[in-house]
């Protein structure tokens, strides 16, 4: 999961007034939460909420948060601050205003919050969001709801179907989780705490799912989980293993529905990539060459003690087995400086392993001690200054390789999926094999089709491209 913290709206006056409620979501953390908070505006609209993208607009303000560093949780409280004030000025005018908390700091800190934050009206974990119209009928009465149970219904079943065409507004890619939880366990993450043990969708069901998307004018799917490749269920005789499917069986089968041009996954457990989920990479057309699968470090000791399960040898042969397979796979990973114990040998170790794999994309992290994670009690904590001083030596290795990765796409011919206008009339954006944003001169009533671009250049976060002849899946 890759995260991108941050709390851009600002909190302003509010703009109008009308029948509709309205709510706005603010989303922390991983592609998880992206989805979930698309599913609570869901579970929200067939109450009669309109999503708004104006803070100012809104009746109900969410905050959908991430627990996964100390950082992450402490924007939660400064928001809710903000949110406090703003409910005080709403009061004054005899307005409604409601505040929700979802999200793994929800289910992390549940009461805690509450008794923060007493102007929270209701607080509500990852796994009974589809709970949520209840919850705010509750919290209309006076009562504040904290709901942070193991849910025992499947939320799934319970959120409603939405219609295609407010699907294919929300755009031509879309998430779709398949496994939530992580029964991994390593000593730094907080996710088998806020998320709790791996639970697998059916497979029906999520091919349901994935033909509704598609019926609606979806082109890509991306399958989420927490652990998305330890994905498991029951199905029909399927591969080898009869009836018992994995991942690999999943995506072979998603990628018979007529339509769906891409397919990704994310984010993936080295110890969990099994041969049919490699060789669908050999396979399949529709499955993007692009693979996020996070290391963390490089050093077999810190490893170990980060309860990966695995060494940087095994890594390493993992990702060879995966590029015999597919030769233009890009890789992509997650890592951690300053886990406790580190030694600048380790640190080495984890700038070697870079070198090796040569990672088109990836994302870096100091350290952050999590209460109630087996890290946490660790002694030999690395002081901040030297974890600082390992993350900016990471960061510019792995910005010089992705750059590098960019420059080396210069000249080639690639399919682009066209996604959405571009900044400047008359262009688009769309998204390669490799999930690089490309800009290219092309009509908005492309947006969907996947046409052949040759690329012409790189800029600092995208590259661009011209059109090549021919057009392929309009
Ligand atoms: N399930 C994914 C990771 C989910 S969390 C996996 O196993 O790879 C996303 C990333 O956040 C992790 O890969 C890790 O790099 C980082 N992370 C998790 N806990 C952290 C902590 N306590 N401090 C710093 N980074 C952390
Ligand atoms: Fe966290 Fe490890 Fe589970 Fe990933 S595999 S979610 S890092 S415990
Ligand atoms: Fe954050 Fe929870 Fe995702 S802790 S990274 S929002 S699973």
């Not at 939530?180 to 043990?197: A, H, I, L, M, Q």
């Not at 050093?299 to 995966?322: C, F, G, P, Q, V």
């Not at 640190?347 to 040569?358: A, C, K």
Request: with cysteine; net charge negative.
């Amino acid at each position: 999961m890759n995260e991108h913290v941050s709390l851009s709206a600002p909190i302003e006056e509010p703009i109008q007034r009308s029948n509709t409620r309205k709510v706005f979501i603010k989303t922390y953390g991983c592609q998880m939460n992206v989805y979930d908070s698309t599913r609570m505006g869901d579970a929200l609209a067939s109450e009669g909420y309109e999503t708004t993208e104006e803070m100012g607009e809104a009746d109900l303000v969410l905050l959908n948060t991430c627990h996964i560093r100390e950082k992450a949780a402490d924007k939660v409280y400064s928001a809710l601050g903000r949110l406090r004030e703003m409910k005080k000025k709403r009061a004054a005018e005899g307005r409604e205003f409601m505040i929700g908390v979802a999200g793994c700091v929800a289910q992390a800190e549940g009461e805690e919050i509450a008794r923060r934050e007493p102007a929270v009206d209701v607080v509500i974990g990852p796994q009974t969001y589809h709970r949520l119209p209840d919850a705010l009928k509750q919290a209309r009465t006076g009562k504040r709801v904290v709901d942070t149970e193991y849910a025992v219904e499947d939320k799934f079943a319970h959120l409603p179907a939405v219609e295609k065409a407010k699907v294919r507004a929300r755009g031509v890619t879309s998430f779709l989780t398949v496994q939530e939880g992580c029964d991994k366990f390593c000593t730094f993450c907080v996710v088998p705490y806020t998320r709790g043990s791996e639970v697998s969708r059916p497979v029906q069901q999520i091919i349901d799912e994935a033909e509704r998307l598609v019926d609606a004018g979806v082109r890509e799917i991306t399958l989420l989980g927490q652990n998305v490749n330890a994905w498991q269920a029951e199905g029909p005789p399927r591969g080898r293993n009869g009836g018992e499917w994995g991942l690999g069986d999943l995506l072979y089968r998603l990628a018979e529905i007529p339509g769906l041009a891409r397919l990704r996954y994310t984010t993936s457990h080295p110890r969990d990539m099994d041969d049919r989920l490699i060789e669908a990479h050999r396979d399949l057309r529709s499955l993007m060459p692009y693979l996020h699968l996070p290391v963390q470090s490089g050093s077999d000791r810190i490893l170990k003690a980060m309860n990966r399960r695995h060494t940087a040898a095994e890594y390493i042969r993992l990702i060879e087995r995966i590029r015999s397979m597919r030769g233009d796979i890009a890789m992509s990973g997650d890592f951690i400086v300053g886990f406790p114990g580190e030694t600048d040998q380790d640190f080495e170790d984890t700038l070697r392993i870079v070198e090796e794999v040569n990672y088109a994309s990836a994302y870096s992290f100091k350290y952050s001690t999590r209460p109630g994670t087996p890290g946490a009690d660790l002694g030999d904590q690395v002081a901040e200054e030297v974890k600082a001083e390992r993350l900016e030596r990471l960061q510019a290795l792995l910005l010089k390789q992705q750059t590098d990765f960019a420059k080396s796409c210069v000249g080639k011919v690639i399919d682009l999926l066209l996604e959405k206008p571009g900044r400047m009339p008359g262009q688009v954006i769309g998204r390669s094999p490799w999930l690089q944003s490309v800009n290219v001169d092309a009509k908005t009533s492309q947006i969907g089709d996947i046409i052949q671009v040759r690329i012409i250049g790189t800029g600092p976060n995208s590259l661009f491209a011209e059109p090549a002849e021919s057009l392929i899946g309009a």
